[in-house]
């Protein structure tokens, strides 16, 4: 499970940090990782995210902020479910791979216009003294 992360959060923002993962006794450093999709991807779509060459996972440079907003929102994703397929840098074969499901906790940001409902007549409200 990641750190919770804000529905705002950009494409500088780390999302994850796989320099301090183990996995079976092995130093990340021994691996490649790389994002995949799966059905249990939240959202079903992989290429949102990437795994840089220093081993942190971070939103994709080229995502617009309105497709972020479409998909990084805690109002419609109160988690986001990244699956990465983590490769030996010595198995040319491919053979050894491990998967990981990686939960990442969106935090709510006041991030929406206010909406008023009761228009076209404004709010009257009596205060008593």
């Known amino acids: 499970k990641s750190e919770p ?3 705002t959060a950009d494409n500088s923002t ?3 940090d796989f320099n301090s993962l183990s996995l079976h006794n092995e130093a990340a450093s021994s691996f490649t ?7 249990d991807s939240v959202p079903r779509n992989s290429s949102f995210f990437v795994v ?9 440079s080229y995502l617009s902020n309105s497709e972020r907003k479409k998909f990084f929102d805690y109002e419609q994703y109160r988690t986001i479910v990244v699956i990465i ?3 030996r840098d010595l198995d040319t074969k491919g053979l050894n791979k491990k998967f990981i499901k990686l939960s990442i906790p969106l935090v709510d940001v006041n ?7 009761n228009q076209p007549y404004p709010y009257l409200a ?3 003294q």
């Open 5 to 7: 992360v804000l529905e």
């Open 14 to 16: 780390v999302l994850y």
């Open 33 to 39: 990782f790389k994002v995949i999709s799966t059905i």
């Open 52 to 60: 840089d060459d220093s081993r942190k996972l971070r939103l994709v």
């Open 85 to 87: 397929e983590a490769t």
């Open 111 to 117: 991030d929406e216009m206010p909406t008023v409902k």
């Open 126 to 128: 009596a205060i008593p």
